[in-house]
């Protein structure tokens, strides 16, 4: 099963929703319908999930776009929905009643606590909306108080609000009290502590700038006449030797001027070996690092290669993503604008894949 086909993903949903169809004509269940589609949606989405995490811990890069925040959120918010209408279907007594819709949603609040504390921590510097990169931490913080909205939004609809949609709220305000208002406060104290400390050496910093002045300006006078002295001989050693090249010459006789030669330049001649990818690559693995999607003979993009790790890109798509990134979506590691403008390793897509892809 090819995860990263869309096929796949259109195949799961069809047989979920002809499935929940059929159950709701033939027993006439409402809950049961839903939870069938919840079901699928839950399967869609993590095989998505884990198939995108897979190709990031595997190029060392940060999980730094919106669909690692938009795929949990979506089992959440349909999670959030469903759950007050199957409390019939699929439950557990302990001492609580707790239906499994809404012990599903732990999973997806985990993974969305994680990745929101790192943003709003900035140990991941950036977020990339539609491969765009912007580091503001305002940007987590909106979509999160997006997220929230739609979830409170059911709870004045239905009047009924899901216990770990609950928790999911909860956790948000937690977040914002720690990273926007405890710090701005810890922030403002500091400058209040500063302020105070350094108001009673105003005085003596005067004095030793007054003092500093005084000594710059007389090293600078000073700077100023050996400078004076130095130019004076430097015009006078040109003038004699100007003279004593013309007195050398005879009139009459032709001066053989020097022919300027050229620096020859050593061109680097790339071999078909230079185009494979470093490492061990499969054909699965060598696709393009930013739409992730496969190479074919009929397209007429170029394929630029990363200078350090050599995975292919198409050409329009790498220059698009090297106006917002300086860096390779693959290794991670910078790449310089005169590779850019004129790069070594281009190449049309049917090339690459006969000299490349087909012989791996």
């Given at each position: 099963?090819?995860?990263?086909?869309?096929?796949?993903?259109?195949?799961?949903?069809?047989?979920?929703?002809?499935?929940?169809?059929?159950?709701?004509?033939?027993?006439?269940?409402?809950?049961?319908?839903?939870?069938?589609?919840?079901?699928?949606?839950?399967?869609?989405?993590?095989?998505?999930?884990?198939?995108?995490?897979?190709?990031?811990?595997?190029?060392?890069?940060?999980?730094?776009?919106?669909?690692?925040?938009?795929?949990?959120?979506?089992?959440?918010?349909?999670?959030?929905?469903?759950?007050?209408?199957?409390?019939?279907?699929?439950?557990?007594?302990?001492?609580?009643?707790?239906?499994?819709?809404?012990?599903?949603?732990?999973?997806?609040?985990?993974?969305?606590?994680?990745?929101?504390?790192?943003?709003?921590?900035?140990?991941?510097?950036?977020?990339?909306?539609?491969?765009?990169?912007?580091?503001?931490?305002?940007?987590?913080?909106?979509?999160?108080?997006?997220?929230?909205?739609?979830?409170?939004?059911?709870?004045?609809?239905?009047?009924?609000?899901?216990?770990?949609?609950?928790?999911?709220?909860?956790?948000?305000?937690?977040?914002?009290?720690?990273?926007?208002?405890?710090?701005?406060?810890?922030?403002?104290?500091?400058?209040?502590?500063?302020?105070?400390?350094?108001?009673?050496?105003?005085?003596?910093?005067?004095?030793?700038?007054?003092?500093?002045?005084?000594?710059?300006?007389?090293?600078?006078?000073?700077?100023?006449?050996?400078?004076?002295?130095?130019?004076?001989?430097?015009?006078?050693?040109?003038?004699?030797?100007?003279?004593?090249s013309s007195a050398k010459i005879a009139p009459g006789?032709?001066?053989?001027?020097?022919?300027?030669?050229?620096?020859?330049?050593?061109?680097?001649?790339?071999?078909?070996?230079?185009?494979?990818?470093?490492?061990?690559?499969?054909?699965?693995?060598v696709k393009c690092i930013i739409c992730f999607m496969?190479?074919?003979?009929?397209?007429?993009?170029?394929?630029?290669?990363?200078?350090?790790?050599?995975?292919?890109?198409?050409?329009?798509?790498?220059?698009?993503?090297?106006?917002?990134?300086?860096?390779?979506?693959?290794?991670?590691?910078?790449?310089?604008?005169?590779?850019?403008?004129?790069?070594?390793?281009?190449?049309?897509?049917?090339?690459?894949?006969?000299?490349?892809?087909?012989?791996?």
């Amino acid at each position: 099963m090819e995860l990263n086909d869309f096929k796949t993903y259109l195949a799961i949903g069809i047989v979920g929703l002809v499935v929940g169809i059929l159950y709701l004509i033939l027993q006439d269940d409402l809950s049961k319908t839903l939870a069938i589609f919840f079901i699928t949606l839950y399967i869609i989405v993590s095989l998505r999930y884990i198939l995108e995490r897979r190709h990031y811990k595997k190029h060392k890069a940060i999980l730094a776009s919106t669909q690692f925040l938009l795929l949990p959120f979506s089992i959440i918010l349909m999670g959030n929905y469903i759950s007050p209408l199957v409390n019939d279907f699929f439950t557990i007594t302990i001492d609580i009643s707790f239906n499994l819709v809404s012990l599903s949603l732990i999973a997806p609040v985990v993974i969305l606590t994680f990745h929101f504390n790192n943003y709003y921590s900035r140990k991941w510097p950036a977020i990339a909306i539609r491969r765009k990169v912007n580091k503001r931490r305002s940007i987590p913080l909106l979509i999160h108080s997006v997220f929230v909205f739609t979830i409170l939004l059911g709870f004045f609809i239905n009047g009924q609000i899901d216990l770990i949609s609950l928790i999911f709220t909860i956790i948000y305000l937690v977040f914002i009290f720690r990273y926007f208002i405890f710090v701005r406060l810890i922030k403002s104290e500091r400058r209040t502590v500063i302020m105070s400390s350094s108001s009673p050496s105003r005085s003596s910093t005067r004095a030793r700038t007054s003092s500093t002045t005084s000594r710059r300006s007389s090293s600078q006078t000073s700077r100023s006449r050996q400078i004076s002295s130095t130019t004076r001989t430097r015009t006078a050693q040109s003038a004699s030797r100007a003279r004593r090249s013309s007195a050398k010459i005879a009139p009459g006789i032709e001066i053989a001027t020097r022919k300027k030669t050229r620096k020859s330049t050593k061109t680097t001649k790339t071999t078909v070996r230079d185009f494979f990818p470093n490492g061990k690559a499969s054909k699965d693995e060598v696709k393009c690092i930013i739409c992730f999607m496969e190479f074919e003979k009929k397209e007429t993009r170029k394929v630029i290669l990363c200078p350090h790790c050599k995975y292919p890109a198409h050409e329009d798509e790498f220059r698009s993503w090297y106006q917002n990134s300086k860096y390779c979506a693959r290794c991670n590691k910078a790449i310089s604008t005169s590779y850019v403008r004129n790069p070594k390793y281009r190449i049309t897509a049917k090339i690459y894949i006969e000299r490349v892809i087909e012989k791996l």
